[in-house]
């Protein structure tokens, strides 16, 4: 039976209706439309469809979207501000944390947590908070390299 | 992947989620549902309904009280994880949590579902059982305790009733030292070995009583009972420490499949045994 429910996202308010077996991943690529957010795995392993559920880091294809009823919820799309990157965007840009892109907005949605919780994050630690996180590409020097980048930034 | 179609109630109250698991037996509660739903997906699990205790507010605490440390089932490992309090208190309890899975699973996965799934290669068994740990479980009926020691009862089986849901965990504070040691799967991030020692020393670097606990090695966590013994009024010093280790899987049938053997298991299990008592030692 399907349910009411309504999840902010990105600071926009979304009513809607769902089976209570929907994915959040799902629910938010093809039913809102928000294709930022990735799914790489669909098994819990590879963090591509990382998002932030009030504030929280967290895997949505391993939450259903009824769960999240009545929370905030934030994208890659949302983390722009007036047309300006994040820091951990720009990390990614400037230190060239990306190849194919595809693991990107996971690991960018991450990268965020980390630096929210520790702002002057040394590189093990910055490869201990990516432990959910494959990139296929990278090596992940780069994108270590990014997420140093935006923590400077961020704190400057 | 997905899941069979359910039904999904959202508890507010532990009374709330305790008469809806009354009224359907087959019903599964979701707590932070990061064992439950890849289940699900697998379709090894097909519940009818799930019954979400996520919101239930006062779940989610750690607190001290009567010499004791009290954590709500719904508190997640991250929150474990970063509790200052338990670093202070009970320190193999945050470095536990700080193995598991990674960042994401952290945040959202809890220490009672944990326990209450009881995975054979799951980090909290053996932490609860080192700890003894007092589990409280309620139903309509009323609450009970249950020992760690008699809470684990199978591979994904634990002595909760039907109709019963794990409400808190508790843990006396003694001021023992305390390690945790895990040799992680590469891929899956479970414990091929995973070793949680607890150690009351005197003051000549002697080793008053021990408390071990394992996961990874057998269908359940279990305590190792001969290298307690052996621990037990020996001094702390390196070539104690191998011996005593070496009887860690005593008595027990060794997991084995594709990535570990049972022999390659049994090797790592003293061998990690050995690290958690050494490390634990010099915590004093
Ligand atoms: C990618 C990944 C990696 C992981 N790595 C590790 C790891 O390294 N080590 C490790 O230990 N775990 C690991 N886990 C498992 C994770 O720790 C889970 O969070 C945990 O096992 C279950 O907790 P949960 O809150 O998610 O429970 P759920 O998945 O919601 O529930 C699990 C089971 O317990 C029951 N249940 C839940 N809460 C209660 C309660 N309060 N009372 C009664 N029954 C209850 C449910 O009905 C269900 O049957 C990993 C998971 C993932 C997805
Ligand atoms: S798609 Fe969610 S972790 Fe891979
Ligand atoms: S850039 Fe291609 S997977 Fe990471």
Redesign the pocket.
């Known amino acids: 039976m399907k349910q009411a429910i309504s999840i902010n996202v990105n600071g926009v308010d979304y009513p809607g209706e769902v089976e209570p077996r929907m994915l959040l991943v799902h629910y938010l690529r093809d039913v809102l439309g928000l294709t930022g957010t990735h799914v790489g795995c669909e098994t819990?392993?590879c963090g591509a469809c990382t998002i932030l559920i009030d504030g929280q880091a967290v895997k949505s294809c391993?939450m259903f979207a009824v769960q999240a009823d009545g929370s905030n919820v934030t994208t890659i799309e949302g983390l722009a501000a007036n047309g300006n990157l994040h820091p951990v965007q720009e990390g990614f840009w400037e230190c060239h944390g990306l190849q194919c892109g595809y693991c990107t907005p996971g690991m960018i949605m991450t990268s965020t947590q980390i630096i929210d919780r520790n702002p002057d994050p040394s590189r093990e630690e910055i490869r201990h908070g990516l432990e959910g996180n494959l990139c296929r590409c990278t090596g992940y020097q780069h994108i270590v390299e990014a997420v140093e980048y935006a923590a400077k930034k961020a704190s400057a | 992947m997905i899941p069979a179609q359910f039904d999904y109630a959202r508890a507010n109250t532990l009374d709330e989620a305790l008469n809806l698991l009354a009224q359907n037996e087959d019903a599964?509660?979701?707590?932070?549902?990061?064992?439950?739903?890849?289940a699900m997906k697998l379709r090894l699990m097909q519940p009818p309904l799930l019954i979400d205790?996520g919101r239930i507010k006062d779940l989610s605490y750690i607190d001290e009280a009567d010499g004791q440390i009290r954590i709500g089932?719904m508190t997640t490992?991250y929150q474990i994880e970063s509790s200052d309090l338990l670093k202070r208190m009970c320190p193999l309890l945050p470095e536990c949590a700080s193995?598991?899975?990674?960042m994401q699973?952290r945040n959202?996965?809890?220490i009672?579902?944990?326990l209450?799934?009881s995975?054979p290669a799951?980090?909290?068994p053996a932490a609860a059982l080192a700890l003894n740990a007092e589990l409280v479980a309620v139903s309509k009926d009323g609450e009970r305790t249950i020992k760690a020691d008699d809470f684990f009862v199978d591979l994904l089986t634990t002595a909760?009733n039907p109709g019963e849901?794990?409400r808190e965990i508790r843990i006396n504070k003694n001021g023992s030292s305390q390690a945790y040691v895990k040799m992680?799967h590469p891929a899956?991030?479970?414990?091929i070995v995973g070793v949680a020692a607890n150690l009351i020393m005197n003051g000549s670097n002697e080793c008053t009583s021990a408390r071990i606990g394992i996961t990874g090695v057998a269908a359940k966590a279990y305590r190792a009972t001969g290298v307690e013994n052996a621990m037990a009024g020996s001094q702390l010093n390196e070539a104690a420490i191998a011996t005593a280790a070496k009887h860690v899987s005593d008595n027990t049938d060794i997991n084995g499949d594709l990535f570990a053997s049972a022999d390659y298991r049994r090797h790592l299990a003293a061998v990690y045994t050995r690290r958690a008592i050494q490390t634990a030692a010099s915590r004093v």
């Open positions: 819990s392993i391993t | 599964k509660i979701l707590a932070g549902g990061h064992s439950l739903i890849p205790i089932a490992h193995h598991i899975g990674d699973v959202k996965g809890t009672g579902g944990s209450a799934h995975d799951a980090d909290w909760l849901i794990l992680p899956s991030g479970f414990a």
